[in-house]
């Protein structure tokens, strides 16, 4: 699968984006799909996965109550809504695919990833 990330951009803290995650081929909904980031200087981190169904999502700590994240089977599209962003979510995000059937955060275990989009949130 090819995954391409779109969305990111400049805003101001407190304010809102939606990324969007645009994969090819015919197995979208065979693959667990999640988003990561990694800020200058940092390590890449897990943000949010979403089951194949879309029924089951999980977060991590520092964005959950703030992001959404959401999958579309039919048009082969995941999204993350941010909400009420702040500085410290500044970073490149990376959608990813992962053949795994546990909920895995560990970016080693994602096969397929998109080329980044960056969001910069400023105070």
């Known amino acids: 699968v090819q995954l391409q990330a779109s969305g990111g951009g400049l805003v101001q803290a407190g304010g809102s984006l939606t990324l969007s995650c645009t994969a090819s081929g015919p197995t979208f909904s065979s693959y667990l799909m999640g988003w990561f980031r990694q800020a200058s200087g940092k390590e890449r981190e897990f943000v949010a996965h979403?089951?194949?169904?879309?029924?089951?999502?999980k977060y991590a700590d520092s964005v959950k109550g703030r992001f959404t994240i959401s999958r579309d089977n039919v048009k082969n599209t995941m999204s993350l809504q941010m909400n009420n962003l702040k500085p410290e979510d500044t970073a490149v995000y990376y959608c990813?695919?992962?053949?795994?059937?546990?909920?895995?955060?560990?970016?080693?275990?994602?096969?397929?990833w998109g080329q980044g989009t960056l969001v910069t949130v400023s105070s």
């Open positions: 990813a695919a992962c053949t795994s059937y546990y909920y895995t955060r560990r970016a080693a275990d994602y096969a397929y």
């Open positions: 979403v089951g194949r169904s879309g029924g089951i999502t």
